[in-house]
């Protein structure tokens, strides 16, 4: 595909109101994938109408449509009225769901012992599993001491695609992800047999709201946008005075 042409839409220099994404009558700019990749839409298209997406799309929608309270009074006003899981919690109801696995860290038990009792409370069967399952040493994957977070200590390694594997033999009909790391939930998502969503990210800087660093970009965050940083050192002799 030729450069100009590979999907941009973060970079769209286009108001809301102008892109042919938002509005039937709009505009596109020359990375839009909504006028470079319409056969390939289509074809998407034609999948959301197969019977392993259509019902799940459907429900998708209502959901995100029913997160909004008011879309009954005009002129309409955004008003966002349920939390992720409640979303999560109505959407494995509409898809008559039954049985959820809970994929969380170690770090996040707490948390995981509180949703899943509110997801019991609702009615659903939950089979949770935590991502030192196993306690397979992190030697096993080849590393050394001094790559683990406690050097030199006994430290068994994030298990991913066995907690995957688990909830599969288990027949989890939808999967809840609690604050995998990164990559290691990336092996959950590859190894997964059913759908799956995620209650929250890990962000072990922002109490787990990884957004901070983005809202922050132009003061607390600035320096992730340094690619280096160099220390300035005095030179030999600088400040002395001249006699």
């Given amino acids: 595909m030729p450069k100009q042409k590979l999907p941009n839409c973060a970079h769209c220099p286009l108001s809301r109101e102008e892109r042919i994404c938002l509005n039937a009558q709009g505009r596109a700019f020359k990375g839009c994938p909504s006028v470079n990749q319409a056969r390939l839409i289509e074809e998407a298209n034609q999948r959301y109408n197969s019977p392993e997406y259509s019902e799940f799309t459907r429900q998708a929608s209502i959901q995100e449509a029913q997160g909004y309270g008011g879309r009954e009074i005009e002129p309409f006003v955004l008003h966002p009225v349920k939390t992720r899981i409640e979303e999560i919690i109505e959407f494995a109801g509409k898809m008559k ?11 996040l038990a707490r948390e995981a012992a509180v949703a899943a009792d509110l997801f019991e409370s609702r009615g659903f069967e939950v089979v949770s599993v935590i991502c030192k399952v196993g306690s397979v040493p992190k ?7 001094e790559q683990k977070i406690r050097i030199g200590k006994y430290e068994p390694m994030c298990n991913p695609i066995s907690q995957a594997m688990i909830l599969n033999q288990a027949g989890s009909e939808f999967n809840i992800l609690l604050g995998l790391c990164v990559g290691h939930d990336s092996l959950f998502f590859k190894q997964a047999d059913a759908p799956c969503t995620v209650l929250a990210v890990k962000d072990r800087v922002t109490g787990h709201n990884p957004l901070a660093a983005v809202y922050l970009i132009e003061s607390y965050y600035a320096r992730l946008k340094k690619t280096e940083r160099i220390v300035k050192q005095k030179r030999p002799g600088a400040g002395k005075r001249k006699k």
Avoid: D, K
């Fill in 97 to 107: 769901y039954r049985r959820l696995g809970l994929a969380f860290c170690v770090g």
């Fill in 139 to 145: 030697e096993q994957i080849g590393l050394a001491h």
